[in-house]
Each structure stands twice: as structure tokens, then as C-alpha cells.
């Protein structure tokens, strides 16, 4: 069974930084396009950011590019996205996902239970 852990979510003021981390069990993660989505409240979930299995090509949401990094280590089976200059919209539950396709995740096989991001202003 695969699964997707989430971690680094919490409480930062404006403008501040902060990396959350996500950590997959089972095979897939070597193969797997993996990244992140975000859910704000009262809103849709929607893609932030994706990197290709080997790390080659990543692909960002308008608004948080030149802001957010994501990156992989595939020997710890983990992803990351590094979130600097924080705006209170980047307030929301932040979903680790796992997709046998390309960076853009179109089709996410794998979800995490997510981890909550508040942004104060």
C-alpha cells in the first residue's frame, strides 16, 4: 500500500519561509511524478507545484513561481517544497500527491492526508 505523509505545515507570518516535506512508502516513488496541491478554505483543490520522477523538469502555478521551490531526493523517498516570501493567500491544507505521468500531475494516483499552512498578516 502506498502512502504519502505530509510534514512542516504551521504558523508564519508574512513574508516568512517554511518547507514541507513528504515522505512516500512503498515502490513508487523512483518512477512517479511527484508534487503538491493546495485547498483554501471555501475553494477548489488546485496544483502548486510538480517535479518529474528523475528531477528534470518541474512545473509551477503562476502565482507562486519565483516564490516556491520543489525538489526530490529519491534515495530518502521524499519531496519537498521550499515556500519563501509567504502571502496570507497561500493560506490552505497542502496535499502531497503521486502521479505515473508528467510534472503537471493531470492525473494523480496518490494522494496525503495534507498539512495545513497558515499564513498571518
Known amino acids: 500500500q502506498v502512502q504519502l505523509v505530509e510534514s512542516g505545515g504551521g504558523l508564519v507570518q508574512a513574508g516568512g519561509s517554511l518547507r514541507l516535506s513528504c515522505k512516500a512508502s512503498g515502490r513508487i516513488f523512483q518512477t512517479y511524478s511527484m508534487g503538491w496541491f493546495r485547498q483554501a478554505p471555501g475553494k477548489e483543490r488546485e496544483f502548486v507545484a510538480g517535479i518529474s520522477w528523475n528531477g528534470d523538469a518541474t512545473t509551477y502555478t503562476n502565482s507562486v513561481k519565483g516564490r516556491f521551490t520543489v525538489s526530490r531526493d529519491n534515495i530518502k523517498n521524499t519531496v519537498y517544497l521550499q515556500m519563501n516570501g509567504l502571502k496570507p493567500e497561500d493560506t490552505a491544507v497542502y496535499y502531497c500527491?503521486?502521479?505515473?505521468?508528467?510534472?503537471?500531475?493531470?492525473?494523480?494516483?496518490?494522494w496525503g492526508k495534507g498539512t495545513l499552512v497558515t499564513v498571518s498578516s
Open positions: 500527491a503521486a502521479d505515473n505521468g508528467g510534472s503537471r500531475l493531470n492525473d494523480v494516483d496518490y
